[in-house]
Structure formats: structure tokens, C-alpha cells
């Protein structure tokens, strides 16, 4: 990251590039989230979906052709359940997620806008600097959702803020603008107040594993029940209504 | 949330986390305005199921970060561009025409209070 090794005149940059992908077989819903990410974050370099889901080796490889040193990668399995990648390349760590309620910003609801390619602030609540999984989480999505000052779309303001919190072991994210007239008296002194764009997502860590896309688990949530299995435990508790009638 | 978690195998290797951290950590000498992140010096807590209570906490932590971001800008980085100028036009997030849309429905709302009023 950026670290020249040179007279110390030269002003330190952050460089950061992230590489946007996504397996095959996600829904439109699952594409339009990707969409406003790719829109929010002007370092990152989209490409097309990766074949093979058995063959997460091939990102960092990806990532570096296409001179990215971080990797989101959105793995969608049956067509409902949707994972989320963060890495960072190429020696790793990579974060493994869940993601849930997902909205996306096409919806009305959320009237907020902002420049696009501007320079978002990034908020972390305390819970971050809780847990060791939660410090190298903080990181790790500075590195991805900071848009650093170099990048090559990037507008320099700053009209919006993403929040990361943790709540109930996950991850919210929530994206909101920034304005600093008060509507209500456009001359009277600045005010600040936020009004949300979106998107918003929930993401449950699973696994944090040491290298990109492989290697030793570091850490594993003990809470993590997979989305098939809370399916399936509801159709039992079905069928035992329809037995005990049956009987 | 029927389900019983089975008794899975916990890993929480703290050790390696922190030196996974500290190898990919930024250098500390770059400046603040590099990154922009905050932090919130309070944690999130309210019922989860509590739809109301949940965002109004969200909102109070963008709140008080913003704040803070904005008033360190004005002490430390004088020179960083915050404000876009007004004469300053670039594409959006969202378009026109969806704006428009969000604005259509905001009215159509209002017309529909109004009416069973």
C-alpha cells in the first residue's frame, strides 16, 4: 500500500483498487446491489462472473491481471441464498459473510442522492474495536469501501457517510447523505442532517480464513446457522403439525 | 429462529487475527483524509426486532460521525475539499428521472393522507 521507498518529501498515498465479481446464478436483486456498490465506489474494477465456484483460486489471479489488491467476490448459491467475499490480495485475509436483507437503491423509499465518485466518510460503531475479528473486519472494509483520494474517477467532496455496526453479532450497513443546509431555513447557520440513498445489506460473519480465498481458519462463528438448515427446520416443524393431525 | 445451533468447533485464533491485522494495516503516518473512517465511541444497542429504535440508532451514529468528521476538516485539514461549490455539476448516484419518481411518490403519498383525512 502505496509505501515508496524514496525521499521522504513525497506525500503517502492510500492506494486501494478492489476487484467487484460474482459467481453465476445470482438474481436481479443480487445484481442491483452489486451495481450500487460498483456506483459508490469508484476504485472498483468490475468483472465478469467467475465460472466455477470450486475455483476460488483463481480470484487472486484475477485480482492481480487486474492490478486490484482487494477482492469482492458475491457467491449466490440456489438461486436465493447470497455470500459475500471480502479479500485481500494477494496474501490474503479473506472474510467470508452471509448476506441478508438486502435493499437496493432503485427502491422509493430512500430519497437521499449524492455525487457520484464522491469520497464517502466511513463510520465504525465501538463493537468493531470489541473483538480481534472485529479490529481485522475494520480494516480490512477500510481498505475496500475507503475511496481513496488517487483513484482515477473519484470526486474529491465528501456528501455521504457508510456506517458499518454491529448488532446482534452482524454487520449493518447503512449508506446516507449528507447535508449541511437546513431545508426548513436555507439562510440560518449550517446544520447537519442526513437523509439515506441506500443500498442496505445485513452480513453475518462465518469464517475468516488466513490466506485469499484459502488457508487456515482464524475464526469461525460458533452462531452461523446456514440458510438451508433454517429451511429445512421449518418444513420439519411443518410436517409435524400435518403428522400430529394425520394421527 | 427455530433452530438449534449443533455444537460446531469454535475458532477464534486472537493471535494470528491481530498479526493478520497488523501485516495488512495502513502506515500510520498517512494522513487522516486518506481514509476518512471514524469511529464511534458507542455500541450499538437496541432490540434488533425494533425497526424504529434500530435506525434511529444507525442515524445518530452517521449523525455524531459526520459532526465529528466535519469539525475535525475545519481544525486539521483546512485545505480538503468537504463542500461541493455550487456552480460544481456532475452525474449522480441517481438519476433525474428517478428522483423524479421518488418525488411523484412522496406527493402521491401526502394526496393519499390528505384524502382519508
Known amino acids: 500500500n502505496g509505501q515508496t521507498a524514496g525521499p521522504a518529501v513525497k506525500k503517502r498515498k492510500n492506494k486501494q483498487r478492489v476487484l467487484l465479481l460474482s459467481s453465476r446464478g445470482v438474481t436481479h436483486r443480487m445484481r442491483h446491489l452489486m451495481n450500487d456498490i460498483e456506483v459508490l465506489l469508484p476504485h472498483v474494477k468490475k468483472d465478469s462472473k467467475l465460472d466455477s465456484k470450486s475455483q476460488l483460486q483463481l480470484l487472486p489471479e484475477l485480482a492481480d491481471l487486474n492490478n486490484c489488491n482487494n477482492t469482492l467476490y458475491f457467491e449466490a448459491r440456489r438461486h436465493e441464498d447470497l455470500y459475500l467475499w471480502a479479500a485481500k490480495m494477494p496474501n490474503g485475509p479473506s472474510i467470508k459473510?452471509?448476506?441478508?436483507?438486502?435493499?437496493?437503491?432503485?427502491?422509493?423509499?430512500?430519497?437521499?442522492?449524492?455525487?457520484?465518485?464522491?469520497?464517502?466518510?466511513?463510520?465504525?460503531?465501538?463493537?468493531?474495536?470489541?473483538?480481534?475479528?472485529?479490529?481485522?473486519?475494520?480494516?480490512?472494509?477500510?481498505?475496500?469501501?475507503?475511496?481513496?483520494?488517487?483513484?482515477?474517477?473519484?470526486?474529491?467532496?465528501?456528501?455521504?457517510?457508510?456506517?458499518?455496526?454491529?448488532?446482534?453479532?452482524?454487520?449493518?450497513?447503512?449508506?446516507?447523505?449528507?447535508?449541511?443546509?437546513?431545508?426548513?431555513?436555507?439562510?440560518?447557520?449550517?446544520?447537519?442532517?442526513?437523509?439515506?440513498?441506500?443500498?442496505?445489506?445485513?452480513?453475518?460473519?462465518?469464517?475468516?480464513?488466513?490466506?485469499?480465498?484459502?488457508?487456515?481458519?482464524?475464526?469461525?462463528?460458533?452462531?452461523?446457522?446456514?440458510?438451508?438448515?433454517?429451511?429445512?427446520?421449518?418444513r420439519r416443524e411443518q410436517g409435524k403439525k400435518y403428522n400430529l393431525r394425520k394421527d | 429462529?427455530?433452530?438449534?445451533?449443533?455444537?460446531?468447533?469454535?475458532?477464534?485464533?486472537?493471535?494470528?487475527?491481530?498479526?493478520?491485522?497488523?501485516?495488512?494495516?495502513?502506515?500510520?503516518?498517512?494522513?487522516?483524509?486518506?481514509?476518512?473512517?471514524?469511529?464511534?465511541?458507542?455500541?450499538?444497542?437496541?432490540?434488533?426486532?425494533?425497526?424504529?429504535?434500530?435506525?434511529?440508532?444507525?442515524?445518530?451514529?452517521?449523525?455524531?460521525?459526520?459532526?465529528?468528521?466535519?469539525?475535525?476538516?475545519a481544525k486539521s485539514y483546512s485545505d480538503f475539499p468537504w463542500t461541493r461549490p455550487n456552480d460544481y455539476f456532475a452525474e449522480m448516484v441517481k438519476t433525474d428521472v428517478h428522483m423524479e419518481r421518488v418525488r411523484q411518490k412522496l406527493l402521491d403519498e401526502k394526496a393519499t393522507i390528505q384524502k382519508s383525512e
Not at chain 1, 114 to 124: A, I
Open chain 1, 97 to 234: 459473510m452471509h448476506v441478508q436483507n438486502v435493499h437496493t437503491m432503485d427502491e422509493l423509499k430512500m430519497t437521499g442522492n449524492c455525487l457520484k465518485g464522491s469520497r464517502g466518510l466511513l463510520s465504525f460503531d465501538k463493537g468493531f474495536d470489541e473483538t480481534e475479528w472485529g479490529k481485522l473486519t475494520k480494516e480490512l472494509f477500510t481498505h475496500i469501501f475507503g475511496v481513496p483520494s488517487t483513484a482515477r474517477k473519484a470526486k474529491p467532496f465528501v456528501d455521504h457517510i457508510l456506517t458499518f455496526s454491529i448488532l446482534d453479532e452482524k454487520i449493518w450497513f447503512r449508506n446516507f447523505q449528507i447535508i449541511e443546509k437546513d431545508p426548513l431555513s436555507p439562510n440560518g447557520p449550517p446544520q447537519t442532517t442526513l437523509v439515506e440513498i441506500g443500498p442496505r445489506f445485513v452480513l453475518t460473519p462465518i469464517r475468516i480464513f488466513e490466506g485469499a480465498f484459502g488457508g487456515a481458519t482464524v475464526y469461525s462463528n460458533p452462531e452461523f446457522v446456514t440458510p438451508a438448515a433454517v429451511r429445512s427446520a421449518v
Open chain 2, 1 to 73: 429462529d427455530d433452530v438449534i445451533p449443533t455444537q460446531k468447533v469454535e475458532i477464534n485464533n486472537k493471535v494470528a487475527l491481530s498479526r493478520i491485522r497488523e501485516s495488512i494495516q495502513l502506515d500510520i503516518s498517512l494522513p487522516w483524509t486518506e481514509t476518512l473512517a471514524v469511529s464511534y465511541p458507542h455500541a450499538i444497542q437496541v432490540d434488533v426486532n425494533d425497526d424504529l429504535s434500530r435506525e434511529l440508532a444507525f442515524y445518530k451514529q452517521a449523525l455524531h460521525s459526520a459532526t465529528h468528521a466535519r469539525l475535525l476538516v
